[in-house]
């Protein structure tokens, strides 16, 4: 059975530091594309950020989080991690992974219903002071 397990969502202050993880069983990430993506209360789920299978190795980033967030997988411990740094309220959000069908360029800005093949729970991420 497949499943993407995020962690590492938490209540912290403008300025902070969190690091999400994906982690996965039933599937090997590495021949992935996995994007990180988010939902605020009332607005629809945006992509974050996506990094290609190890054998492409290209990262993507939403304009938003350019220069304060870094994706990368660990291929030993089958997971993708997102450091999320100089969080701002606007990052306040449910933030899941999923894996892709495609590569990250057509796929972590396509609609929710398109390209994703797997997705996880969620992890609550809240910004505020």
């Known amino acids: 059975q497949v499943q993407l397990v995020e962690s590492g969502g938490d209540l912290v202050q403008p300025g902070e530091s969190l690091k999400l993880a994906c982690a996965a069983s039933?599937?090997?990430?590495?021949?992935?594309?996995v994007g990180w993506f988010r939902q605020a209360p009332g607005k629809e789920r945006e992509g974050v950020s996506c990094?290609?299978?190890?054998?492409?190795?290209?990262?993507l980033y939403a304009e938003s989080v350019k220069g304060r967030f870094i994706i990368s997988r660990d291929r030993a411990k089958n997971t993708v991690y997102l450091n999320m740094n100089t969080l701002r309220p606007e990052d306040t959000a449910v933030y899941y992974c999923a894996t892709l069908t495609t590569r990250c360029e057509y796929g972590l800005f396509s609609p929710q219903n398109q390209y994703k093949s797997n997705w996880g729970q969620g992890t609550q991420v809240t910004v505020s002071s």
């Open positions: 039933g599937l090997t990430l590495d021949i992935f594309s």
């Open positions: 990094i290609d299978s190890t054998s492409v190795g290209t990262t």
